[in-house]
């Protein structure tokens, strides 16, 4: 695949260090940036003039928001909203409360104003996992028999979501129809294996280019909407988890990282696990606020 190397160099955009950052989440009303550690139970925020931290009882792996004051948040037991300043939680949908050998991972808000949310075994059990979408009130099952999932995202013009199943190393896409539920069965779109790449989270820009965190190679890659690698942005943090497009006009991208199973950070990298930045790149599809009811 032809590939470029982009200019842009990250900046360390939060120093603290996740065991496993993910879901990063630039709420638009806020100007803030939310993020989650997940074994650490934690959801982070940052903005420009203060961060803050809010700790759970149970591990929250992804975000979305719901007006100025709340956030949607997927935990090991379903989704949930809460106050973007903590306090108590008021359930919207249990997800797979009744199997605690799994926990929610990858999730982000469609166009719609829907939820997707992938789930996993906690150890990574082959097959264990699954997809859902929740909108307005129910929730429906895309796919099945999943082991890793990730890489959940979207694009509206060509009536898409796209997701990843990290441990086979696929990306998959299916089609949509006019409300956002899926039209018929998953299909590939690309098969990294032969590659040994791993996509973990991704996002979409406005033009339907994909922008992809490669795990264990440092980087975010960008996609073309047929599948071919057009260039890469260097993280220098080996396991790069997660990207979202933010800023106050969108095109910032922001970039979490994983200190989980990695020793001392080489000088020639950002510390493990920090959140990074990096500045005007493209103009991103920034998510809408989820759809609670009609």
Not at 153 to 159: T, V
Request: aromatic share 10%; with cysteine; charged share 20%.
């Amino acid at each position: 695949m032809e590939n470029s190397h982009l200019k842009n160099d990250p900046i360390i955009f939060d120093d603290r260090i996740c065991g496993l950052g993910e879901g990063p989440l630039w709420h638009p009303l806020r100007q803030t940036l939310y993020w989650v550690d997940i074994p650490n139970r934690a959801v982070m925020s940052k903005n420009s003039q203060c961060d803050s931290i809010i700790n759970f009882d149970e591990m929250v792996s992804a975000l979305g928001w719901i007006d100025a004051d709340h956030l949607m948040l997927a935990t090991e037991t379903g989704l949930y909203k809460m106050h973007v300043d903590g306090g108590p939680r008021q359930i919207i949908c249990p997800v797979e409360a009744d199997t605690p050998t799994n926990r929610s991972n990858d999730g982000r808000t469609d166009p719609w104003g829907g939820f997707w949310i992938g789930t996993m075994g906690k150890s990574a059990e082959a097959g264990a996992g699954s997809i859902y979408r929740w909108y307005k009130g129910e929730l429906r099952i895309v796919t099945k028999n999943m082991t890793v999932t990730n890489g959940i995202c979207f694009d509206r013009p060509r009536q898409r979501a796209y997701f990843v199943d990290s441990a086979r190393q696929i990306m998959f896409f299916v089609m949509l129809n006019s409300d956002g539920w899926p039209v018929g069965e998953p299909k590939i779109f690309m098969d990294l294996s032969e590659e040994n790449q791993t996509i973990d989270g991704a996002i979409t820009d406005l033009d339907g280019n994909i922008w992809a965190a490669m795990w264990e190679d440092g980087e975010v890659a960008q996609f073309s909407p047929e599948g071919k690698r057009l260039s890469t942005l260097k993280t220098f943090a080996p396991r790069t988890t997660c990207p979202a497009f933010g800023g106050p006009d969108g095109t910032d991208l922001y970039v979490t990282t994983a200190s989980v199973g990695l020793k001392k950070t080489p000088a020639l990298h950002v510390p493990h696990g920090a959140t990074l930045l990096f500045k005007n790149v493209v103009k991103g599809a920034l998510e809408p606020r989820i759809l609670l009811h009609d």
